[in-house]
């Protein structure tokens, strides 16, 4: 019998609170971090090294309630690790492609992860429950984790959503930036064309370097109050 969504939301937040990660090792190539009050800023991605190894998570996955941590995809030839969350357009652009891409790719031996990591004080409609929905409308194949303290998206140095990173065999970084160059707001709005994250996942499974990446860009991560990493500011692109 299926939980009820409260209880389901409730064990989601309690699995959150219990995991730890450890961050990056590469110090993240920043401008000067600037405070922001902000509820919804167009942010770049933090360009990070290649070769940094995946920073260990657990989390609950807010469709099976289950605790998946960065363990379950070692073996993997390629693992795919997704920022993203429920209501920022610069996602909602991207979701139909997510999934063809993650479908297609799978069958070459890719896992692929999602996590949300805003903050559920500014953005109820990010919550667990409204995660599962969104899991089973757009059908997910992959874990839909949520990042309720945020840990996990300070650890890999998580500005924006959607933002892609891609890992090898080893779990070491091949891959960080956009899923390709179209955006939700160009006129003519712009098909996906995956071309950016279908390049990385190509040379990561080929076990040959990855085309060098863009950054992503889309909404600012909903950091908590008072609680936003030393980062945040400085990755807002301004207008």
């Known amino acids: 019998?299926?939980?009820?969504?409260?209880?389901?939301?409730?064990?989601?937040?309690?699995?959150?609170?219990?995991?730890?990660?450890?961050?990056?090792?590469?110090?993240?190539?920043?401008?000067?971090?600037?405070?922001?009050?902000?509820?919804?800023?167009k942010t770049e991605s933090v360009d990070l090294p290649v070769?940094?190894?995946?920073?260990?998570f657990e989390l609950p996955d807010v469709v099976?309630?289950?605790?998946?941590?960065?363990?379950?995809?070692?073996?993997?030839?390629?693992?795919l690790i997704m920022f993203i969350c429920n209501h920022c357009p610069y996602v909602v652009h991207?979701?139909?492609?997510?999934?063809?891409?993650?479908?297609?790719?799978?069958?070459?031996?890719?896992?692929?992860?999602?996590?949300?990591?805003?903050?559920?004080q500014t953005h109820p409609q990010d919550g667990p429950d409204k995660m599962a929905e969104d899991a089973k409308k757009y059908g997910y194949t992959f874990p839909y984790l949520f990042d309720e303290s945020q840990e996990?998206?300070?650890?890999?140095?998580?500005?924006?959503?959607?933002?892609f990173y891609v890992f090898d065999s080893d779990m070491k970084l091949t891959y960080h930036g956009q899923w390709d160059s179209t955006r939700p707001k160009q006129d003519p709005p712009?098909?996906?064309?995956?071309?950016?994250?279908?390049?990385?996942?190509?040379?990561?499974?080929?076990?040959?370097?990855?085309?060098?990446?863009?950054?992503?860009?889309?909404?600012?991560?909903?950091?908590t109050p008072g609680?936003?990493?030393d980062y945040y500011g400085a990755q807002i692109v301004k207008k």
Request: proline share 9%; with cysteine; glycine share 6%.
């Open 190 to 223: 712009h098909v996906p064309t995956s071309a950016d994250i279908r390049a990385a996942l190509d040379a990561t499974l080929a076990g040959q370097p990855a085309p060098k990446s863009r950054p992503s860009i889309g909404c600012n991560i909903k950091w």
């Open 94 to 120: 991207l979701k139909g492609a997510i999934v063809d891409v993650v479908a297609e790719y799978s069958a070459r031996g890719l896992r692929a992860v999602a996590i949300s990591s805003n903050s559920t």
């Open 64 to 79: 099976s309630g289950k605790t998946v941590s960065l363990n379950d995809f070692k073996g993997a030839p390629a693992t």
């Open 1 to 41: 019998m299926a939980l009820a969504m409260h209880s389901r939301s409730a064990s989601v937040r309690a699995g959150a609170q219990r995991r730890a990660v450890a961050p990056f090792s590469g110090a993240p190539r920043l401008l000067p971090a600037r405070r922001l009050n902000i509820a919804q800023a």
């Open 51 to 56: 070769g940094e190894p995946a920073p260990y």
């Open 152 to 163: 996990v998206a300070k650890a890999y140095k998580a500005a924006c959503t959607p933002e």
């Open 227 to 229: 609680k936003e990493p």
